[in-house]
């Protein structure tokens, strides 16, 4: 072989070299892909071996028990002795069938709901059903004549109100009067403070009170204007208000006007006794502002004997019904006011006005020595009329306000109701719990045994009326046959189970209207909790599983199998090009030793 076919030669064995070596690479890398299917069929052959179903047991009137694989249909269908179960979505609904949902659309009433699973008595039924008929337009006239009553009355309601809102107004303002003469009620008493400081014609104070003995014992006439000024002017310290002209009640006929008397003639020697004791003297401060107040009247008897024998002597009216004019020293000294254009009395006199008509008196002592007792007058007003500082307060008028009537409200019409007998009770319960569900309560009434009759077994129920929106979807037809989405969605919290459920509430729910006592309850429940639904092994499932895995394997085998017979003959080739490769590459290597020899 020439020198340039071997190197031909040579290079074609290195490219199959090259080529075999990718190859068997190849090869060697679908083997390790074999192994990780391998892997993966054990594990899904594992997991299969732990597939369960749902399955639910029922019993027969013998207690022979029935394991049935657990659908949504058979959820739903009504068998004696079993529990009632449903599946509500996160919302809240629940899942019914296409019958039982378009049963519930067709139906206004319970009872014709019923009816759709020939649960009435027919016979009874329409006699029943043309019984409320009748009540329901009797019930319709009164919900008529109930509700232009009801306008009637939130009229007469709203006048009541208003009513009531001004007695209470009222009540208050005269609970507010009332607490307020308790208030003064209960204040000290001011005349005895009086009687304290100065004494009485019986006990006089021989302090406080020396002007007020003086004048008692010697009708000293200038301590008892000490004793008026001093309860009329006196403002504390040495303060009086000098030069201020108090107006008399008695009105001069020569000028009109009311005669006055200043303060300051009758103060005198204000460190006499009665100055001295009385100076500062918050009691008698307090004194002086109550004489000053307008409420404090005289006590209208002109004569005081010493105490009250229930008449009120009237010097001006006395001489007004001897036909007479009042006198001045009269119409001074008296408790009454005089209007000598009408000559008649016109009312009391205020303690203050009191107090400067006998100051006045004093004032021009000349003009009344003679005609007035100067000792009756000072023990008429000290010991009578001052008395009226401690009068009790006047109480307020009586509460005569009279609390309106409320108006009576008018009774709402009962809504008629009907029973009607049943064919199966437990049957009848089934729906009569599906019916309230999808009408969006979670109770329902329990069908019950009538009583009104000797008869017995006769179970009974009363109607009800449809809500204005029901809690319900229907479930597709596939999924409803469909064990394993239910699994599944019970399994991954799609669906809740709810179970129906006996109860006694002690009152009302509220959901339920006609619910008074026992009743049906629906309530979230758990796969786990509930003893007639179990879970089991699927044998179905584990066999088909273990055939699967056994294909998978003996593909998996055969293929290993050929890969390595392909990297045998691989192996075999690369050993024959690999001798190849030095015969040839031997061959141009002597070649070329020759031809240097040839040229050297």
Known sequence: MGLAASQARLLSITARLSDNELHSQQISNSKVR??????????????????????YTTYDAQGNATQTELTPSFLYTYTPLKNQYALQDASGAYYVSSIDAQNYENSNTLLEFLECYDL????????????????????QQAQTKYEEDYKEYESKLKDYNTKLDAYNKELAEYEKAYQEYLDQLNQPNLYDKFAGLVGTSDNPNGQAGGCYQAALKWNSTGCYAHLLAHMLDYKGGSNFNYNYDYKTSYINPDTGINDTVQIDNQSGSTGATMHRYVKDDPNWLEIVDAINDPSRLCDGDDVYNGTSDGTKDNIIQQAIDEGRVPTKAEILQSDYLYDPDTNTV???????????????????????????????????????????????????????????????????????????????????????????MMNGSDTANIVKEDTSTDLDGIFIVESAEKSSKGNYKVLEDNLMTSPEWIEFALEHGIVTLVKAEYTNPSEDSGKAPELTSDAITWSATTVGSCIDISSTEDEAAVAKAEAEYNQKLREIESKDKKYDNDLKKLDTEHNALQTEYESVKSVIEKNTERSFKAFS
């Open 34 to 55: 074999l192994a990780d299917k391998t892997q993966e069929a054990s594990q899904e052959y594992i997991q299969a071996l732990n597939a369960t179903k749902l399955m």
């Open 120 to 139: 009435l008595t027919d016979e009874k039924y329409q006699d029943a059903l043309e019984k409320y008929e009748q009540d329901m337009e009797k019930f």
């Open 346 to 436: 016109t009312g009391l006199k205020t303690l203050k006005q009191k107090a400067i008509d006998l100051l006045y008196m004093l004032d021009n002592i000349n003009e009344y020595r003679d005609v007035v007792d100067w000792k009756a007058t000072l023990i008429n007003f000290t010991d009578g009329d001052m008395r009226n500082l401690g009068s009790a307060p006047t109480p307020p008028d009586p509460f005569t306000a009279v609390m309106p009537d409320m108006p009576t409200k008018p009774e709402e019409p009962l809504h008629p109701d009907y029973s009607v007998e049943l064919n199966d009770q437990e049957k009848a319960q089934w729906y009569v719990n599906l019916w309230y």
